[in-house]
Each structure stands twice: as C-alpha cells, then as structure tokens.
C-alpha cells in the first residue's frame, strides 16, 4: 500500500467517525439516532479491520470506491444501511451446468459497489 492510499484510507474512516459523530435519524428519535451511530460505527471498524491486511492496489482501490459508495449513499438517503438489491437469487436461469455459471458471474457483476463487502460481515 502506497503512502497516498493509506492517507486516502485513514481520512476515509475519519470521516465515516465525524458522520457517525453527527449522525441524526430520520425519525429524530433518540433511541433510533443512538442505535444507528452505533451501527455505522461498528460497520466502519468491521469493514476497515477485515481490510488492514490488503496489499493489492486493485482491492485497495475497489474498498475505497466501496466506501466513498456507501458514505455518499446514506448520506443522500438518511440511512445507514446498506440498500438492498431486488434480484431474486435463482431468477435469471432455471438451467445446469456451463448457462448457470454464467448466470452467476452475471449476478455477481450485477451487484452494486456498496453491497460487495455487505454479504461478508452479515
């Protein structure tokens, strides 16, 4: 990992802190507010923990496009939680064999950035 990435990194999860730190729900209920800055907190110190170890350029850079996904996401829509995807787990092949591989390197392109590491930390 270069110096400039791990620059990019760290002020990356200051900022997820600082979102967290200022983090106020929709609702505007306490409760849900306190609950939801824990969420992001945690989220955050999952993600950049299972990720400390990478020295792939290529992997680095697809966690941090992840990330600034993700920032950008909640902070539009005023929720932390990743959005999910609306594709049914078998619906695009009823098939065997070489179609059905097929279809799922498909369903595995399809996934929006956000969601890539979502399935691992759940």
Request: hydrophobic share 30%; proline share 5%.
């Amino acid at each position: 990992m270069t110096a400039a990435m791990r620059g990019e990194v760290l002020c990356m999860y200051r900022r997820v802190l600082r979102i967290a730190r200022g983090w106020q729900s929709q609702s505007g209920l306490a409760q849900e507010t306190d609950a939801e800055k824990q969420y992001i907190i945690q989220e955050a110190s999952t993600l950049f923990r299972q990720n400390k170890d990478n020295t792939d350029a290529e992997l680095i850079k697809k966690c941090i496009e992840e990330c600034h996904a993700r920032i950008e996401m909640g902070l539009h829509y005023r929720i932390p939680y990743p959005r999910p995807t609306h594709l049914p787990p078998m619906g695009l092949a009823t098939q065997q064999g070489r179609k059905m591989r097929g279809q799922e390197r498909l369903r595995k392109q399809a996934r929006p950035i956000y969601l890539h590491s979502h399935d691992e930390t759940s």
